[in-house]
Nanobody, 122 residues
C-alpha cells in the first residue's frame, strides 16, 4: 500500500517555474514506477511524465518535453516535477501516481494522490 500526497502547486505567470513534490508513505516506494498526470478544466486526465524505480528510464508527453523534468529520491520517498517556461495551457490539477511500470495511461497505475492545482496566468 502506498499513500501519495502532492504539493507545490500555485498561481504563477507565464514563463515562470514551479516544482511539484509527491511524498509517499509505505515501505515499498522504491519498487514502484511513478508518474505525473494532469487534468485541465473540462478535459480528460492526461499523461505528463513517468519515471521507473531506479530513475534510469524517464518519459515525457510531447507537450512538456524540454520544459519539465521528472525525478525521484527513493531515500526521501519523494518524486518531483520541475516545470519551467510554464504556459497558460499547463493550467490543470496535477496528480502523482504509482504503478508497476512507467506507462502513459492512467489505468496502468494503482495508487493516486489527491492532486495539486497549478494555474498559469498569461
Amino acid at each position: 500500500q502506498v499513500q501519495l500526497v502532492e504539493s507545490g502547486g500555485g498561481l504563477v505567470q507565464a514563463g515562470s517555474s514551479l516544482r511539484l513534490s509527491c511524498a509517499a508513505s509505505g515501505r515499498t516506494f522504491g519498487s514502484y514506477a511513478m508518474g505525473w498526470f494532469r487534468q485541465g478544466p473540462g478535459k480528460e486526465r492526461e499523461f505528463v511524465a513517468a519515471i521507473n524505480w531506479s530513475s534510469s528510464i524517464t518519459t515525457y508527453a510531447d507537450s512538456v518535453k524540454g520544459r519539465f523534468t521528472i525525478s525521484r529520491d527513493n531515500a526521501k520517498k519523494t518524486m518531483y516535477l520541475r516545470m519551467n517556461s510554464l504556459k497558460p495551457e499547463d493550467t490543470a490539477v496535477y496528480y502523482c501516481a504509482a504503478g508497476p511500470s512507467p506507462r502513459r495511461t492512467p489505468p496502468e497505475y494503482d495508487y493516486w494522490g489527491q492532486g495539486t492545482q497549478v494555474t498559469v496566468s498569461s
